[in-house]
């Protein structure tokens, strides 16, 4: 997909460094993202928060159970708002 991560560096308190399929690439802030009594609280520890991985065009962690949609790092990490073609029908 247009959005998908095909690079990402941790770089330090909670910033990543994204590369997306388009070609495009920047930073992202993910400090906002640990918050008590949710899934993201995990990421307080911030050895589990570096320890992500790519799987299908998004960052996961641990076995799967916490990930980021791609299109809302790629927002971060650009600063452009993903845009979805409307869809159009066909008629005769």
Do not use: C
């Not at 993201?40 to 589990?48: H, I, K, V």
């Not at 799987?55 to 650009?78: F, R, S």
């Amino acid at each position: 997909m247009f959005f998908d991560v095909t690079h990402a560096e941790y770089l330090g308190n909670y910033q990543i460094h994204f590369e997306f399929e388009d070609g495009s690439s920047g930073v992202a802030d993910l400090s906002n993202y640990p918050e008590d009594g949710t899934v993201f609280s995990a990421f307080f520890n911030l050895d589990y928060f570096s320890s992500f991985y790519i799987e299908h065009g998004t960052l996961v962690w641990g076995n799967g159970e916490i990930d980021i949609a791609p299109e809302k790092l790629y927002e971060l990490a650009t600063n452009k708002t993903v845009r979805y073609p409307e869809a159009t029908t066909h008629r005769e």
